[in-house]
């Protein structure tokens, strides 16, 4: 038995609380399944970016070996190499998940060492691994934007299943028994209307 007066005043608030989390769990369901959609595709686009730099990291691992064969061990010639600062971040929102997002890309590849001293298999270690980090920063956003949906797709689902299996079933029990109380409390009335009218026609 629900622990509520039945009153008409709390029978109107279950059937309104009712309907209110019906519509939150549609939009609960709605939310999810949109989270799942996006999730879907970028579980693609990691898939797809992993395999290009798969590749590209062996390609540059292969030119770092053609390039110390032939200029000995390149460690001092990669120092002259300038750190890239200009990474920024920016976050977009989907269904009121923040995700992020690095907009632009790297500077152009800008060889910053010595040609006189170098040759064409460091140029070509340089461009491979500069592709490597384009590759993994957009990886990173991809990836960080997978955990941030599968978390958000976990708290969804919790919600919606509380909506469905705990809160709608607790307040149609609580309308039954609402309604269960008010028509027994009318058939009461009803009764003891009936035997007033008899009393008081056997009285005239």
């Known amino acids: 038995m629900a622990n509520v007066l039945p009153t008409k005043g709390n029978l109107m608030t279950a059937k309104r609380s009712r309907t209110l989390a019906r519509t939150g769990y549609e939009l609960m369901d709605r939310k999810r399944n949109i989270l799942i959609r996006e999730l879907m595709t970028l579980m693609d686009t990691a898939q797809e970016l992993q395999g290009q730099i798969d590749t590209v990291f062996t390609q540059a691992y292969a030119a770092l070996r053609a390039a110390n064969i032939r200029l000995g061990i390149c460690d001092r010639i990669a120092e002259t190499v300038e750190v890239d600062d200009t990474l920024s971040l920016q976050y977009r929102s989907v269904m009121g998940v923040e995700l992020p997002h690095i907009p632009g890309a790297s500077p152009a590849p800008r060889p910053e060492y010595g040609l006189s001293e170098t040759a064409s298999q460091l140029d070509e270690c340089y461009l491979k691994f500069h592709r490597v980090k384009e590759l993994t920063r957009k990886l990173a956003e991809v990836e960080t934007s997978i955990y941030r949906l599968a978390q958000?797709?976990?708290?969804?689902?919790?919600?919606?299943?509380?909506?469905?299996?705990?809160?709608?079933?607790?307040l149609d029990e609580d309308i039954r028994f609402i309604t269960d109380a008010l028509e027994e409390k009318e058939r009461e009335e009803f009764v003891r209307l009936k035997v007033i009218k008899r009393v008081t026609t056997k009285k005239e």
């Open 152 to 170: 958000a797709i976990k708290k969804a689902q919790k919600r919606a299943n509380a909506l469905q299996n705990i809160v709608i079933p607790g």
